[in-house]
Each structure stands twice: as structure tokens, then as C-alpha cells.
């Protein structure tokens, strides 16, 4: 099938249109560096826009005795020990600057009446230090970056798939993609790549994701360069995503639900959570009701969809309209539920990849020369738990920093060999998927993979279950070797779901197998056969399909901010 290619050339690409592709493009623009921006999304609608809570920054304009280094201090404990001290200090006291960038961009932060950018508590913060924009604050983070870039006439290519990075010789020298409306190839030849396409949270049957975001993509394209991915097991499970419709199953009811007063309920009418935390009820922490959640469902307790109940009926009409908008207009949209008067049918989702591409602290680089990983594609923070307001300060201020750590790439090149061969190979990679007729639904093996991952690598994980699933995904890679890709009259987005269900199966591969390996309970990862913690595994799992799995230790933590770890209360903060 004969297809146009266009052809194009840039100093540094940029891959992924959401907050820290965007922050990495407007960085570059702004030194003069010639950059170019691709997504698969339509860029207004990246899966950043989604983020409602609100955004750290030890700012101290509500409680004057935080500082860089507590904040610093709650990350890493909130990290089960598994999050890199060096990132920590970076993003940490990188945050103000990341503050200022989107005020000097534009935003529109909550604030007090003085004048002051507003604060709030955030899960296991010790002060306030999450500043927001109602509960629209990814959004408006994203509308601010999208609004600097066009000033700064950055060209966005928002329709662009990239199947492939060109590698010659363990370095980066581009892109290899098609157009998902007319198929158009994009060869994108580029002196760095900064890879910013999200995580994998996707291919799980109930995921806070939509079904074209976070299938591991930025995974499957590191590790076909040469890169290598640092605890992939290492997924949140939100408490509170919804059950049906099927095709909206995960979709977050936000935890301000549990905030303002929701309570849990199981089939029976009991509120299960006195059993779990009984002091801080729904108001525990996002692991600790997830499990609750879980464990109500398998004991049998669950509703018959497999859910539970969350319900806020019994709270004033006017403050669920006033505190609950979001929530109250999504269920009406989806399910035509009154929330006002029924409770709502929820299960734990997966939300967050915490671990990812692996990359050196200082600057984000990965083991291939020129190529760099950002947001939630990358890996370092946030360790077994991420603490709530985090991923949004951490794509600020690395999207600044690696853009940097880009232009001084490329300007110390002094010629940049390509390889003919690697990008006949990455034509051929398309050639061969257009020409496939088989028997296999591609959409129907997508399906698989998440039925696996939910089945086996879920809240809770057991060795059995966990080399059952990886039984299941051979069988299924096996089947992918007989799909059949049809693209049509309203573009080539069969093509693309071909290149996710790749990248799905990479990425489910690689987490059963780090899973497997971490025999212990840390944080997010639950091993009901291992429930302790065990001090010989505070490190981090590093996986690639031809070394396999490696530990890698963590530096220690600095004293300055060694001491200042504690408990820290979350009487009356939502714990995220």
C-alpha cells in the first residue's frame, strides 16, 4: 500500500502534546531552539487536562515554616524509601520556579484575599502547599501551556502516531510515525527526542485513563531504542473509579466525594471502612481504600457488577452542587445518575504509573544517547506511592530542565549520523501491519491483555496468579502474530490500536515480571503471599527484555532532610 511521507527535520522533538511535552516545547522556543511538537490527542484534550486536585509547591504563603526540604521529606516517605533522593531535591525545590513559569504564562491561581496564591492540604503533606484552580487545575495548567506555545508559534503536530524512534549507533536521530486521519509517514530526522508520552495505566480493564492514552507507549518506544524501564510494577489504584458504561469504566469520581463526607458502603449495607481504618474512615489513604475496596469485592461483600457503593445522597442538595460539580454532571452524563439521590457503583481503577523510563536524575537522559523522558513516562519521584499534587510540579520542572539538557546536546554535535537501514525498518513496520489479514481482532487481544492484567496483576497480587498472567500474555503475543489491520474510510486509527496493543503488551510483560520479582508489600504493590516489607528490597527494579530484571540501589537520604521525616496527622485532609 503505497503511502506519502513527509519529510521534516528539527533540532530537538518533542513526543506528546500534554503538560510536560508542552513545557519541554515552550523551554526550547523560548532559548531559540528549534523544536517540534507530535501527539496521537488532540492536544486541548491531553490526558494532563484531566488532573483536578492541585499542584505542590512549598511556597509557604499559608504556612511560612514550609520549606523545599520538608517537602522533600514527605515525598520520600510517602515513597515506601523506593523514590531517588537527588530527583526529590530537584523537583522539590525546583517547584517555586515552576509556580512562577505558569504565572509569568498566564494562570489563574486560587488566591486570597490579600492577593496571595490560596493553598490547601493534600494528602500527606505536613503543611499546606498544593495550590490549585478549583478543581479544573490540570486544565487550566494545559489551556496555559497551549496558549504560551501558540505565542511562541510552536508547530503541533496533535495527529501524528509515532511508531518508532530512529537509532544509530546507541544514539537518537529521530521519528518514525503516520497521520491517524490520512496515513500520511512522518519522518522526523531531530539531533534529541524527548519522549513525554505518558504511562500504562491502560491495560487495565478499569483504568482513569481513556481508551487511546497511557497503553505504554512511551515504554514500548524507549525499549526498542536501547532504554531500559525502572519499576513498572509499581501502579496506584484509585479508590473510586465507575463501573458502567463499559466503554467509561474507570472514569474517577473524585475523592472530593469522600472529602465531603461520601461514605463506603459493601452489598450488605455495612460501612466497611470501620474495619479498615476505623479513625480515619473514608477519609484514609488512597492505597489503604483501594485495598479496603478490593478485598470487600473478592470476600464476596461486593455488589453484583463488583463494586461497592459510594454514596453522598445523604448530604444537602446545595453543597453537593456547590463542592461535588464535577462529580454530580459526570454521573448525569454517564449513567443518568442522581447522585443527590442514589449512591454511586465503584470499584479501585489504575491511575498512576509510578515507575517508568529509566533516566538519570540530573537531567532525565536515558541509557540512549539524545533521548530524554519526562512526566509520567519517566521514573525516579515517586517510588511506591506518589504523594497528591506531585506529578503535576514534577513535569514542570523537568520539562524545563530537559529541555535544557536537549539544546546542549544538540549544540555540542558536531555531525549527526543516521542509519538508512533503521528507518527502512521502521517503513517496514508499517508496511507489515497494513498488510496483515489475519484472523485476530486487534481490539479483541487489547481486551486480553487488560481481562490478564486485571485478573492477575490487580490491587493485590500472589505469585500463582502473577505467572498465570504471564502463561496468558504469551498466549496472547503468540495471537498477535495473526491480526488483521483495516484501516478505513475514517482514518488509520485501526493502525494505531495495532501499535497500542504492541505497546500494551510490552508494557504488561515487563510489570508482571517486575511484580513477580518484588516479593514483598511496599505501598501500592500488594503481595498477599509476601505481606510484610522487606528491607532487602528497598530498591529499584530495573527491567529490559534482554537483561531482564536488576536491582539498583537507592542513594541515601540526607540528613537535612532525613530528619524531617515523620507521620505526618491527616485528621481532616483528604489523603490522596
Not at 487536562?49 to 521529606?73: F, K, R
Not at 539531533?191 to 497503553?215: M, P
Request: with cysteine; hydrophobic share 40%; aromatic share 6%.
Amino acid at each position: 500500500m503505497a503511502a506519502t511521507e513527509r519529510r521534516l527535520s528539527t533540532m530537538v522533538l518533542v513526543i506528546g502534546t500534554g503538560g510536560a511535552g508542552l513545557r519541554a516545547a515552550i523551554e526550547l522556543a523560548e532559548a531559540g531552539v528549534d523544536v517540534l511538537a507530535v501527539g496521537k490527542r488532540p492536544k486541548e484534550d491531553a490526558h494532563t487536562a484531566l488532573a483536578a486536585g492541585g499542584i505542590n509547591a512549598s511556597l509557604a504563603t499559608m504556612d511560612p515554616e514550609d520549606s523545599w526540604q520538608q517537602h522533600a521529606a514527605d515525598t520520600l516517605k510517602e515513597s515506601y524509601l523506593l523514590g531517588d533522593p537527588r530527583t526529590t531535591r530537584i523537583v522539590t525545590q525546583g517547584a517555586a520556579r515552576g509556580i512562577d513559569d505558569l504565572e509569568r504564562y498566564g494562570m489563574a491561581f486560587a488566591r486570597e484575599d490579600d492577593g496571595r496564591i490560596s493553598q490547601r492540604f493534600f494528602g500527606a503533606h505536613k503543611y499546606r502547599r498544593t495550590a490549585f484552580a478549583g478543581d479544573y487545575t490540570g486544565l487550566e495548567i494545559q489551556r496555559t501551556l497551549i496558549r504560551r506555545a501558540n505565542q511562541l508559534g510552536i508547530p503541533v503536530l496533535d495527529s501524528v502516531y509515532i511508531t518508532r524512534l530512529l537509532v544509530h549507533d546507541g544514539t537518537v536521530f529521530g521519528a518514525y510515525g503516520f497521520d491517524l486521519t490520512d496515513g500520511t509517514r512522518h519522518l522526523v530526522h531531530a539531533d534529541a527526542v524527548i519522549l513525554a508520552a505518558g504511562g500504562h495505566t491502560r491495560i487495565w480493564r478499569r483504568t482513569s485513563s481513556r481508551r487511546d492514552e497511557n497503553t505504554g507507549d512511551s515504554f514500548r518506544l524507549a525499549v526498542e531504542a536501547g532504554a531500559r524501564l525502572r519499576d513498572p510494577e509499581l501502579v496506584q489504584f484509585h479508590p473510586s473509579g465507575i463501573i458502567e458504561p463499559e466503554n467509561a469504566a474507570g472514569t474517577l469520581v473524585s475523592e472530593a466525594a469522600r472529602g465531603e463526607g461520601g461514605i463506603l458502603r459493601n452489598a450488605l449495607g455495612e460501612r466497611f471502612m470501620t474495619r479498615y481504618d476505623p479513625q480515619r474512615m473514608e477519609l484514609s489513604t488512597r492505597d489503604r481504600v483501594a485495598l479496603a475496596s478490593y478485598t470487600e469485592i473478592k470476600e464476596g461483600r461486593g455488589t453484583p457488577d463488583g463494586g461497592v457503593w459510594l454514596d453522598v445522597s445523604h448530604l444537602p442538595r446545595q453543597t453537593i452542587m456547590n463542592r461535588l460539580p464535577r462529580v454530580y454532571q459526570t454521573l448525569l452524563d454517564l449513567q443518568m445518575l442522581d447522585i443527590t439521590r442514589e449512591p454511586v457503583e465503584v470499584a479501585p481503577t489504575a491511575h498512576y504509573s509510578m515507575g517508568g523510563v529509566w533516566v538519570r536524575p540530573e537531567d532525565h537522559s536515558t541509557d540512549v544517547r539524545g533521548l530524554y523522558a519526562i512526566g509520567e513516562a519517566s521514573s525516579g519521584l515517586h517510588g511506591a506511592n506518589r504523594l497528591g499534587g506531585n506529578s503535576l510540579i514534577e513535569l514542570l520542572v523537568y520539562g524545563r530542565i530537559t529541555a535544557q539538557a536537549a539544546a546542549a546536546h544538540s549544540a555540542s554535535l558536531t555531525a549527526h549520523p543516521r542509519s538508512a537501514a533503521a528507518v527502512h525498518e521502521a517503513r517496514a513496520e508499517i508496511d507489515g501491519l497494513l498488510a496483515a489479514d489475519g484472523p485476530e481482532n486487534v481490539r479483541a487481544l487489547q481486551r486480553a491483555v487488560r481481562n490478564t492484567m486485571t485478573e492477575h496483576a490487580g490491587v493485590v497480587r500472589d505469585e500463582e496468579g502473577l505467572r498465570t498472567g504471564l502463561t496468558e500474555l504469551a498466549a496472547i503475543e503468540e495471537r498477535m502474530e495473526h491480526v488483521g489491520v483495516h484501516p478505513d474510510i475514517a482514518g488509520y486509527q485501526d493502525l494505531a490500536h495495532a501499535f497500542d496493543l504492541k505497546s500494551a503488551a510490552l508494557a504488561a510483560r515487563a510489570t508482571l515480571e517486575a511484580a513477580l520479582e518484588r516479593r514483598e508489600t511496599r505501598g501500592c504493590h500488594n503481595r498477599s503471599d509476601y505481606p510484610d516489607t522487606n528491607p532487602d528490597l528497598q530498591v529499584n527494579l530495573v527491567w529490559s527484555p534482554t537483561t531482564g530484571i536488576t536491582h539498583e540501589s537507592i542513594p541515601p537520604v540526607p540528613e537535612e532532610i532525613a530528619s524531617l521525616m515523620e507521620d505526618v496527622s491527616t485528621d481532616g485532609k483528604l489523603a490522596e
